[in-house]
């Protein structure tokens, strides 16, 4: 008697999915001096390929809504992305493969309030660490530090638990979006207040004409996507 044929385990279903949507490639590796991915042999076309048929999924998974939530207002919604789970991986796998390469010790990711919650806590699993979340004022129970920070429209305040990371531990911050910098500027404040080390802010989107990046130097910026 012969038994049924069992189906494909879910994890390979996914990556053979995966596969249709990625050229083929021998070996992977990443030079950090060229800030791309690359083959190990230094055939980086192959990987550089790669990498932007990745991009161009995320890409693909952005929807713009012209005057939202306001008129002259571009608004980028990654909720297709979200729906995708080949595309939300991509994300994930992405921005585990930068940090692992440049940062070989890395403490917490700090999630921001909201979407940042959305990245944080799975990008963190990966790397097998921990996540704090930093949130709006009013959130957090116990004790906390706060920091105020400039709206359009008034002032706004950045929330975090007083032990949620001790003095000299590596942190990454992480979010959905950089616009002007004004909130991810506050959760640096917040880091530096409870004396940790910002090694990076890893967002998905980045909005280059608002400037955010310039804002929030000396800490570096790392983007997925970038728009004017």
Same mark, same amino acid.
């Given at each position: 008697?012969?038994?049924?044929?069992?189906?494909?385990?879910?994890?390979?279903?996914?990556?053979?999915?995966?596969?249709?949507?990625?050229?083929?490639?021998?070996? /992977?590796?990443?030079?950090?001096?060229?800030?791309?991915?690359?083959?190990? $042999? $230094?055939?980086?076309?192959?990987?550089? $390929?790669?990498? $932007?048929? /990745?991009?161009?999924?995320?890409?693909?998974?952005?929807?713009?809504?012209?005057?939202?939530?306001?008129?002259?207002?571009?608004?980028?919604?990654?909720?297709?992305?979200?729906?995708?789970?080949?595309?939300? /991986?991509?994300?994930?796998?992405?921005?585990?493969?930068?940090? %692992?390469?440049?940062?070989?010790?890395?403490?917490?990711?700090?999630?921001?309030?909201? /979407?940042?919650?959305?990245?944080?806590?799975?990008?963190?699993?990966?790397?097998?660490?921990?996540?704090?979340?930093?949130?709006?004022?009013?959130?957090?129970?116990?004790?906390?530090?706060?920091?105020?920070?400039?709206?359009?429209?008034?002032?706004?305040?950045?929330?975090?638990?007083?032990?949620?990371?001790?003095?000299?531990?590596?942190?990454?911050?992480?979010?959905?979006?950089?616009?002007?910098?004004?909130?991810?500027?506050?959760?640096?404040?917040?880091?530096?207040?409870? %004396?940790?080390?910002?090694?990076?802010?890893?967002?998905?989107?980045?909005?280059?004409?608002?400037?955010?990046?310039?804002?929030? %130097?000396?800490?570096?910026?790392?983007?997925?996507?970038?728009?004017?």
């Amino acid at each position: 008697m012969v038994s049924p044929a069992l189906p494909p385990p879910p994890s390979a279903m996914v990556s053979s999915a995966l596969s249709r949507l990625l050229p083929p490639s021998s070996s /992977r590796g990443f030079t950090p001096a060229a800030g791309r991915l690359r083959s190990a $042999g $230094g055939a980086r076309d192959s990987m550089s $390929g790669e990498l $932007g048929t /990745r991009r161009r999924l995320l890409e693909e998974r952005v929807r713009p809504f012209p005057d939202f939530p306001s008129p002259g207002v571009l608004f980028r919604d990654i909720t297709p992305l979200l729906k995708d789970p080949i595309a939300f /991986r991509t994300v994930i796998d992405l921005l585990e493969t930068h940090l %692992k390469t440049h940062y070989p010790q890395i403490d917490f990711i700090a999630g921001l309030d909201s /979407r940042g919650f959305l990245f944080g806590p799975v990008l963190a699993q990966r790397l097998g660490i921990g996540c704090v979340l930093i949130r709006k004022k009013g959130k957090l129970p116990g004790p906390t530090e706060s920091v105020s920070y400039a709206l359009e429209y008034g002032q706004a305040e950045l929330e975090i638990q007083s032990d949620a990371v001790k003095p000299g531990e590596k942190v990454v911050l992480v979010d959905d979006l950089l616009a002007t910098g004004g909130t991810m500027c506050a959760a640096c404040e917040l880091m530096k207040k409870l %004396k940790a080390e910002v090694l990076e802010c890893a967002v998905v989107i980045e909005l280059k004409s608002l400037k955010g990046a310039e804002k929030l %130097k000396p800490f570096p910026v790392y983007s997925l996507l970038q728009y004017d």
